[in-house]
């Protein structure tokens, strides 16, 4: 970002701020639910739509992945749009997903290195994130049975047999069967090569837990919907680094952010719908 011998010339903190200028204006942009036909003056779109910019494409809005570049990895793009969405809270949002807007461009991958990305993001959303929600709320043996889950293929039918030996257990809440439903229907998809689906429906099941355990959690709700969607966050990180890595170098994507925040303040240019 920048030449380190310059770097340590620095000689106060205004210097220093300077230099990290163009990653503070990455950070200022705004992340809105929805997709939207260009952003306002302080910024405003999704997060595909900000990595769009930020990886030198024309502006466009994005109401499917079908919108995203080809560069763009499907089964990471569509698990962020879909967090981008489900996500209520603006600055959760932000914090969760904004790491992103640099790392989307480039990252598409071959058949099999989808496939893999596919895999991930399903298992790791039964495993650091269904079964974490089950153990805090008693399912122990549940919890343990999604924990080991080694493949797409193991989650089938696991909805109905998760519970069989439960007796004397309290019957799980709705938004647990809801997750379930989806997770089994995530596996479907990746057993059909459907990368996209099982992006979307793993996106699902994270929602439909983080707000099962923000009702449950009564005064902590929000630290603990916060704590499931940062996991999801995590889970699209550890997808983008499988096979090739892409990305933009910070500076060049907050000049690009900035030089659309700078054209959505003159009002002739901004397109109306």
Request: charge should be positive; proline fraction near 3%; charged fraction near 20%.
């Given at each position: 970002?920048f030449?380190?011998?310059?770097f340590?010339?620095?000689?106060?903190?205004?210097?220093f701020g300077a230099?990290?200028?163009?990653?503070?204006?990455?950070l200022?942009?705004k992340?809105?639910r929805?997709?939207?036909?260009f952003p306002?003056s302080?910024g405003?779109?999704c997060?595909?739509e900000?990595?769009?910019?930020?990886?030198?494409?024309?502006?466009?809005?994005?109401?499917?992945?079908?919108d995203?570049?080809?560069?763009?990895?499907?089964p990471a793009?569509?698990?962020?749009?879909?967090?981008?969405d489900?996500i209520e809270?603006?600055e959760l949002r932000?914090?969760?997903?904004m790491?992103?807007?640099?790392?989307?461009?480039?990252s598409?991958?071959?058949?099999?290195?989808?496939?893999?990305r596919?895999e991930l993001?399903?298992?790791?959303?039964?495993?650091?994130?269904?079964?974490?929600?089950?153990?805090?709320?008693?399912?122990?043996?549940?919890?343990e049975?999604?924990r080991?889950?080694?493949?797409?293929?193991?989650?089938?039918?696991?909805?109905?047999?998760?519970?069989?030996?439960a007796?004397?257990?309290p019957?799980p809440?709705s938004?647990m069967?809801?997750a379930?439903?989806?997770?089994?229907d995530?596996?479907?998809?990746?057993?059909?090569?459907?990368?996209?689906?099982?992006?979307?429906?793993a996106?699902?099941v994270?929602?439909?837990v983080a707000?099962?355990m923000?009702?449950?959690?009564?005064?902590?709700?929000?630290?603990?919907?916060a704590?499931?969607?940062?996991?999801?966050?995590?889970?699209?990180?550890?997808?983008l680094k499988?096979?090739?890595?892409?990305?933009v170098?910070g500076?060049?994507?907050?000049?690009?952010?900035?030089?659309?925040?700078?054209?959505?303040?003159?009002?002739?240019?901004v397109?109306?719908s």
């Open positions: 970002m030449e380190l011998k310059k340590l010339n620095l000689n106060s903190f205004r210097a230099a990290f200028a163009g990653f503070d204006n990455i200022n942009w992340l809105l929805g997709s939207h036909y306002g302080d405003g779109t997060v595909n900000a990595a769009i910019v930020a990886a030198g494409y024309p502006y466009c809005a994005v109401r499917s992945i079908e995203c570049p080809a560069s763009f990895s499907r793009a569509t698990y962020a749009m879909f967090l981008n489900l809270n603006d932000r914090h969760v997903l790491p992103f807007v640099t790392k989307l461009e480039g598409a991958e071959g058949q099999e290195g989808e496939k893999a596919a993001i399903v298992l790791r959303t039964a495993s650091a994130i269904l079964a974490p929600a089950l153990l805090r709320l008693g399912f122990f043996e549940a919890s049975k999604i080991v889950i080694g493949s797409p293929y193991d989650l089938i039918g696991l909805k109905h047999e998760l519970f069989s030996a007796i004397h257990w019957t809440p938004w069967d809801q379930l439903s989806e997770l089994a995530a596996a479907y998809a990746c057993l059909r090569s459907d990368f996209v689906g099982a992006a979307k429906c996106a699902i994270a929602a439909n707000l099962g923000q009702r449950a959690s009564n005064r902590r709700g929000h630290r603990a919907m704590r499931v969607y940062h996991q999801a966050g995590e889970i699209l990180g550890s997808a499988l096979g090739k890595q892409g990305g170098i500076t060049e994507a907050a000049e690009r952010l900035d030089r659309v925040k700078r054209k959505a303040a003159i009002p002739s240019l397109e109306i």
